[in-house]
């Protein structure tokens, strides 16, 4: 008897009060999941509502699909060379042509996607998930939002100095830059990434201070300010998520100007190092016959980033038309 007294009185007691948050966030962690998919296909309507979106969204798909599944779509190597047929026309066995060493262009060109979109080459046998174009994009956004953040949420001192150095990075012509950082750094899948995210960090932080310039005299901001929180919690929990529609919209429009970037960089023999197929390079080297007759490698390849970058731009304007829609 007194042993199970001991027992009883070794249990720690339950208060009402901890009871009711336990079963409230109980119900919180129940509600989640339904808010998530109720967001996701919200989402999908207004991206399915657009009819340029679904195209721009189209295309875009089409490449990722061929990037990710380039190995099974051809049965060459994109360094694989036919000497019997240079700068050849479609045929059967090449059914985009070859360039002047024999290359099947068909192979470059979804190989070159998959350098693009899906994986970006640090060395021979080391890539890191998601293309160079990607990765320069999302890293502009890290710095540039942080940036952005801090300058329109504290302003002040902090606000002139970030802006105005951003300014006199903006200052210089956006291609005299590129060309000036990577003549510096040389050419590489990262010294490209490097460029990209040095060119658009400054654009990205005006845009995300301008958002955050008039979000911060919200009323869930001031509450927020109430209750105590910090600045970062503020910065990144109540001000970003409002803020993410125009960052994404902006996000895919600068992964078109990456991607026309790159090919610029790859045409001046300042991207992807050869025998890189890097599309830009393929136009490049291509242009050189086609007074010829053989047009083909520079056509392939200039088709492949001016749909890559219209599908970007559409989907980014049919996204930004459907979703003023709901404001």
Same mark, same amino acid.
């Given at each position: 008897?007194?042993?199970?007294?001991?027992?009883?009185?070794?249990?720690p007691e339950?208060?009402?009060?901890?009871?009711?948050e336990?079963?409230?966030?109980?119900?919180?962690?129940?509600?989640?999941? *339904?808010?998530?998919?109720?967001?996701?296909?919200?989402?999908?309507?207004?991206?399915?509502?657009s009819?340029?979106?679904?195209?721009?969204?189209?295309?875009?798909?089409?490449?990722?699909?061929?990037?990710?599944?380039?190995?099974?779509?051809?049965p060459?190597?994109?360094?694989?060379?036919?000497?019997?047929? *240079?700068?050849?026309?479609?045929?059967?066995?090449?059914?985009?042509?070859?360039?002047?060493?024999?290359?099947?262009?068909? %192979?470059?060109?979804?190989?070159?996607?998959?350098?693009?979109?899906?994986?970006?080459?640090?060395?021979?046998?080391?890539?890191?998930?998601?293309? %160079?174009?990607?990765?320069?994009?999302?890293?502009?956004l $890290?710095?540039?939002?942080?940036?952005?953040?801090?300058?329109?949420?504290?302003?002040?001192?902090?606000?002139?100095?970030?802006?105005?150095?951003?300014?006199?990075?903006?200052?210089? *012509?956006?291609?005299?830059?590129?060309?000036?950082?990577?003549?510096?750094?040389?050419?590489?899948?990262?010294?490209?990434?490097?460029?990209?995210?040095?060119?658009? %960090?400054?654009?990205?932080?005006?845009?995300?201070?301008?958002?955050?310039?008039?979000?911060? %005299?919200?009323?869930?901001?001031?509450?927020?300010?109430?209750?105590?929180?910090?600045?970062?919690?503020?910065?990144?929990?109540?001000?970003?998520?409002?803020?993410?529609?125009?960052?994404?919209?902006?996000?895919?429009?600068?992964?078109?100007?990456?991607?026309?970037?790159?090919?610029?960089l790859?045409?001046?023999?300042?991207?992807?190092?050869?025998?890189?197929?890097?599309?830009?390079?393929?136009?490049?080297?291509?242009?050189?016959?086609?007074?010829?007759?053989?047009?083909?490698?520079? $056509?392939?390849?200039?088709?492949a980033?001016?749909?890559?970058?219209?599908?970007?731009?559409?989907?980014?304007?049919?996204?930004?038309e459907?979703?003023?829609?709901?404001?």
């Amino acid at each position: 008897m007194n042993t199970t007294d001991s027992k009883n009185n070794s249990e720690p007691e339950v208060s009402d009060g901890q009871q009711a948050e336990s079963r409230h966030g109980e119900r919180s962690a129940l509600r989640s999941g *339904p808010k998530i998919l109720t967001t996701f296909s919200s989402s999908l309507g207004v991206l399915f509502s657009s009819r340029i979106a679904v195209i721009g969204l189209s295309i875009v798909l089409f490449w990722v699909a061929v990037a990710v599944f380039a190995p099974m779509l051809s049965p060459y190597t994109p360094y694989e060379q036919d000497w019997k047929a *240079p700068n050849q026309g479609p045929t059967a066995a090449h059914i985009l042509g070859t360039d002047e060493l024999g290359r099947d262009l068909w %192979t470059r060109l979804i190989y070159g996607a998959r350098i693009v979109l899906i994986i970006l080459p640090i060395s021979e046998d080391l890539w890191l998930p998601g293309g %160079t174009a990607v990765w320069g994009v999302f890293v502009a956004l $890290l710095f540039g939002t942080t940036l952005g953040l801090l300058s329109g949420y504290h302003g002040g001192w902090l606000d002139e100095v970030v802006m105005r150095l951003l300014d006199a990075m903006m200052a210089i *012509p956006i291609i005299l830059l590129f060309l000036i950082i990577m003549s510096t750094l040389g050419a590489s899948a990262f010294n490209v990434v490097i460029a990209i995210t040095i060119v658009g %960090t400054p654009g990205i932080a005006r845009l995300v201070r301008s958002l955050t310039l008039d979000i911060r %005299t919200r009323e869930y901001v001031k509450a927020a300010q109430t209750r105590g929180e910090s600045s970062w919690y503020i910065m990144f929990v109540e001000i970003l998520p409002n803020a993410r529609g125009p960052i994404i919209v902006d996000a895919m429009l600068r992964i078109g100007y990456a991607i026309f970037a790159m090919g610029t960089l790859g045409f001046l023999g300042l991207g992807m190092p050869p025998p890189s197929p890097d599309w830009g390079s393929m136009v490049a080297k291509g242009r050189e016959f086609i007074l010829e007759g053989s047009f083909w490698a520079a $056509l392939w390849p200039s088709l492949a980033i001016a749909s890559l970058v219209v599908g970007l731009n559409l989907l980014a304007d049919g996204l930004r038309e459907e979703s003023m829609k709901y404001q």
